[in-house]
């Protein structure tokens, strides 16, 4: 398998048929769509599990508990069987065809993140609270961990499977801070990662962020799950990170026939 996609959901059963069907329409080259179901009170396992009958790539796993979109990752990764892994959220707030984008990138890398803020990025529809909520959490994390990222916290991430294990032994975060933690964890591992503008179109009915006092109470809780990852990986330094190997001579990563760039070249 070339490349596995996890979707987390939560209480997506208004948004999940359309986001399957775009992407799975669109990856059918060797890849599976991972649909990470968790603590869901409404139809959303039903509906993927409809999408998944029908489609081939599709895969459905369910926790009945509460575990947060990081922790929906993070099972949806234990599971995956691609060379790359990688996650897009469930609004379709990314397009296939961005998506596609991104995984042409990280071919050339050991992975690669789509940006909002980054030059050349298109943002349509966020809120300005939103905005606001996203370049002050942007600069908390630059300043605890010196990243050189404009935005952490765009959901369409990629990356080779040779991090995988260092990722699944050493993550902790299950809120929406767990990007961050990814991000570190990889860096740590010895990752080369590539930022890449995007388009993004802000969808409405957000689970987690539909409302402003959603979008300060999430806020507060992922400052102070960086914080707490700051103080574990950073001061502590007891992440315990596996370094990730590379078979002597081994060539460096090509770029997937399953994506292909903006100007429509594979």
């Keep these: 398998m070339e490349l596995s996609i996890i979707i987390p959901a939560r209480n997506e059963a208004r948004r999940i048929q359309a986001t399957l069907e775009a992407y799975a329409d669109a ?4 890849a599976e769509i991972v649909v990470a179901v968790n603590g869901s009170d409404d139809r959303t396992a039903e509906i993927a599990r409809a999408s998944a009958a029908t489609r081939p790539n599709v895969v ?3 926790n009945p508990a509460r575990i947060g979109k990081g922790g929906a990752v993070r099972e949806g990764f234990a599971r995956a069987t691609g ?4 996650f897009v959220d469930a609004d379709l707030a990314t397009a296939p065809e961005e998506f596609a984008n991104i995984v042409a990138a990280a071919h050339s890398v050991d992975g690669a993140f789509g940006s909002r ?4 990025a298109r943002v349509i529809g966020r809120s300005p609270l939103r905005a606001f909520a996203s370049r002050v959490f942007i600069t908390q994390v630059q300043a605890l961990f010196g990243m050189p990222y404009a935005d952490t916290q765009c959901g369409a991430k990629i990356f080779h499977r040779r991090f995988l294990a260092a990722y699944l032994a050493a993550s902790r975060v299950n809120d929406l801070a767990f990007d961050v933690e990814l991000l570190l964890i990889l860096r740590r591992a010895g990752a080369h990662l590539v930022e890449v503008p995007t388009v993004w179109v802000a969808q409405p009915g957000s689970a987690v962020l539909g409302s402003p006092l959603d979008v300060v109470r999430h806020g507060f809780h992922m400052t102070r799950s960086i914080l707490r990852v700051w103080w574990r ?3 502590m330094r007891a992440d315990g990170l596996p370094k990730p190997t590379k078979p002597e001579g081994a060539e460096p990563a090509r770029r997937s026939p399953i994506a292909r760039d903006r100007t429509g070249r594979g």
């Design 60 to 62: 459905v796993i369910e």
């Design 117 to 120: 803020w980054a030059p050349g």
């Design 233 to 235: 990986m950073c001061v």
């Design 83 to 86: 060379t790359w892994v990688g």
């Design 27 to 30: 990856f059918t080259n060797d």
